[in-house]
């Protein structure tokens, strides 16, 4: 099923405005609160249904505009939201986030877009290999905003932990030798502790790590999931289940509750390494959720650099090119500086 945004006044397109949070069209400035438009109430789904329909979705390559009558071929299996080339009309697919795979909420865009060429102007500053002409030569491509899917994890974290500790002693001589005396110790630990929002992305076409960078969001500004709130945007369906995205939720709160227990209850030791790793994870509660992205290229030198931002703080971050030459440059400027305060040094003492 398509749900296209239009207008009531005049049929014209709507999209969802950033800045006021609510709908707009373009043709007869008119405005809309999202609550204007009511959706019928859907029952909550677990995590192991909205798997199942994840796995039973059929490919949806080519979608028919009923603006204009185009087919628009959608860029993936997974793309929700899409706007027609042609025609510039709003598409929701709404079979994508209906039933189990209806989202639980939505962060909804708070940044604008025409503000995101300073953002990304003030993330590379100040960097200090860009190669030379960087500043004046680069160029922004096309932005993209994108409702990017989310799990957002709430996990308990429990058992045994065992470290080896060492201390050091006194130390003295023996004829023509220098001891020290070494304590060895074993430590065991019992572990409870809970963590809460726990928030990876659940689309395999976005990179982990550059998804991970833009973090955190203000996940209290979540509000119901409203098709509205699509229009204007490009919007994926999940393609990881949350079976999937666990084994990195997982490996990632073991790893750091094994930290955060060395740190708090191995304090006094000099050294200390983990011997034996009996952590487990019980899931209390897992949501699914779209949160806001801007995806953009910058393009240097006939090479593209992708860039993400968040799009309800703002934050940026993305890859950038490096000059080998600029860093040599940097540093034979900070060894002449400390060359030459040396030498200065050395003549004050030699004048004394």
Known sequence: MIQEQKCPNCGGALTFDPASGKLHCEYCDSVFDIEQFQQPQQP????????????????????????????????????????????????????????????????????????????????????????????????????????????????????????????????????????????????????????????????????????????????????????RYLAGFVADRFDEASSESRQRSDARMKTTGANIAMERSTKGYHSVSITFNQLQVSMRRARYVLLPVYLLNLTFEGKNFKFAVNGQTGKVEGTLPYSKLEEEKYFLKRFAAGAGAVAAIIALIVLL
């Open 44 to 227: 909550q789904v677990n995590r192991t249904e909205r798997d199942q329909a994840m796995q039973q979705m059929a490919p949806l390559p080519i979608s028919i505009c009923r603006s204009c009558g185009a087919e628009v071929v959608t860029p993936a299996q997974t793309t929700g939201a899409l706007t027609c080339p042609y025609c510039g009309n709003n598409i929701v697919l709404t079979q994508q986030f209906s039933g189990m795979l209806k989202p639980d909420g939505i962060v909804p865009f708070s940044i604008m877009p025409d503000h995101l060429a300073e953002s990304v102007q003030k993330y590379y500053k100040g960097k200090k290999f860009l190669p030379k002409g960087f500043f004046s030569k680069n160029k922004i491509g096309p932005v993209t905003g994108v409702y990017v899917p989310f799990w957002i994890f709430d996990c308990d974290v429990y058992g045994g932990l065992r470290f080896k500790g060492q201390k050091s002693g006194k130390t003295y001589r023996e004829g023509n030798y220098e001891c020290t005396e070494i304590e060895y110790y074993d430590i065991h630990r019992d572990v409870s502790m809970s963590f809460q929002d726990l928030t990876l992305d659940a689309s395999k076409r976005m990179a982990n790590d550059l998804m991970d960078s833009i973090q955190p969001y203000d996940l209290t500004k979540i509000v119901p999931f409203d098709v």
